[in-house]
């Protein structure tokens, strides 16, 4: 028989991860059977991740709003719904909401393989306004 997971609380994002207002629902959690993650998370106009890297990648599919994302020394993108974006493995990188507009995206990805040692996810600096401002792009 299928297990039901409950869904748990909305948690607002840490302001170690996060510039603005942003808050996520956890749709895969860690700790069960599976080993993807997922995550569909919601941010406020302006709002965005640190620049972070995934030892396995990173999927992100807009659901609604507009949004940007950059890898590091990239220029930044213009994201909408229905794009699907691959961040592949251990490459710096940031996404969030464009600055007039909300944005909300699954963001999916896998733990790590049994006995491999390190986070899942790694946290660097935040995104400084002149990084999140640049448009050169579009």
Same mark, same amino acid.
């Given at each position: ?15 170690? %991860?996060?510039?603005?207002?942003? %808050? ?12 993807? @993650? =997922? ?14 890297? &995934? ?5 992100? &599919? ?21 794009? *699907?974006? %691959? =961040? ?11 600055? #007039?507009?909300?944005? *909300?995206?699954?963001?999916?990805? #896998?733990?790590?393989?049994?006995? @491999? ?8 600096? &935040? ?7 640049? @448009?050169?792009?579009?």
């Amino acid at each position: 028989m299928s297990e039901i997971l409950k869904k748990p609380e909305s948690a607002k994002g840490p302001a170690e %991860w996060f510039t603005g207002d942003v %808050w996520f629902d956890v749709i895969a959690p860690s700790g069960g059977p599976q080993q993807g @993650r =997922c995550n569909s998370v919601h941010f406020a106009p302006g709002a965005r991740t640190a620049w972070h890297k &995934h030892a396995n990648g990173q999927l992100l &599919h807009v659901t609604e709003g507009v949004g940007l994302t950059q890898v590091r020394g990239g220029e930044i993108v213009v994201i909408r719904p229905g794009d *699907t974006v %691959w =961040c592949p493995a251990d490459v710096w990188h940031w996404h969030g909401a464009a600055p #007039d507009r909300f944005m *909300t995206h699954l963001a999916v990805w #896998d733990s790590l393989a049994e006995g @491999r040692q390190g986070p899942e996810t790694e946290w660097a600096e &935040h995104v400084t306004d002149t990084e999140y401002n640049d @448009r050169r792009s579009s």
